[in-house]
């Protein structure tokens, strides 16, 4: 009921590459969350969506309501970029549930 | 504000000791949620509190796990005793009224 899944797991691109990750789940949520887990462990919040897009410097966030499909976009991609990037969905209440991550690795 | 701050960073215990893990949330925050994140679950979320309350523990794995918020800026997670598959580390996020959540640096458990 409460499968979320991201794709690819991991990605290589090189420096100025387009980016997209896709997260899908499976019921209707509250919210969705894009996150950046970087190398050294921390957690940084990056987009909450409930609907429609989002953008924020060189990332865009968009979620499909009806597909139950959010896609984080990073355009012109920079090494500085790579990360584990995991999405969050928020069903009812406060309880979160986790994609696997994907690895993106932004090469110079 | 200095942010979510846990403590210890890192940890490293035999099996069998009991393990206590600190955070401080954001001040105003009325939200805390503690995580798990291992390689072979990802991120799971334990439990949170509202206003010092538990709301959900049903991410607690089994009784040798318990949290407590005696107040709005002290949370722990206790685990006693640790067991090696304890090994993780575990996250604590805090939110106010917006839905974005702030998480800590997180401590490294690593029970042997």
């Known amino acids: 009921k409460n499968e979320v899944e991201q794709s690819p797991q991991n990605l290589t691109a090189q420096e100025g590459e387009f980016i997209t990750i896709n997260c899908s789940y499976s019921v209707g949520i509250s919210a969705l969350h894009w996150l950046q887990q970087h190398p050294g462990g921390g957690i940084v919040s990056l987009f909450m969506?409930?609907?429609g897009k989002k953008k924020h410097g060189r990332l865009i966030a968009t979620i499909n309501i009806q597909e139950k499909h959010s896609s984080l976009h990073i355009t012109a991609s920079h090494p500085r970029d790579s990360a584990v990037y995991i999405c969050?969905?928020?069903?009812?209440?406060?309880?979160?549930?986790f994609g696997t991550g994907t690895s993106l690795t932004v090469i110079p | 504000d200095a942010g979510v701050i846990q403590s210890p960073r890192h940890e490293v215990t035999e099996m069998g000791q009991e393990v206590t893990l600190r955070c401080k949330p954001i001040s105003g925050h009325d939200y805390l949620f503690w995580y798990r994140q291992t390689m072979m679950r990802g991120l799971e979320l334990l439990i949170y509190?509202?206003?010092?309350?538990?709301?959900?523990d049903s991410g607690m794995p089994e009784d040798r796990f318990s949290a407590k918020m005696p107040n709005a800026s002290f949370s722990t997670l206790k685990i006693q005793p640790s067991e090696p598959r304890d090994s993780a580390v575990y996250f604590c996020?805090?939110?106010?009224?917006?839905?974005?959540?702030?998480f800590g640096p997180g401590t490294r458990l690593l029970v042997l």
């Open positions: 969050a969905v928020r069903y009812t209440g406060n309880q979160f549930y």
């Open positions: 969506l409930s609907s």
């Open positions: 509190f509202n206003n010092n309350v538990p709301i959900d």
């Open positions: 996020a805090s939110k106010g009224v917006e839905e974005t959540q702030y």
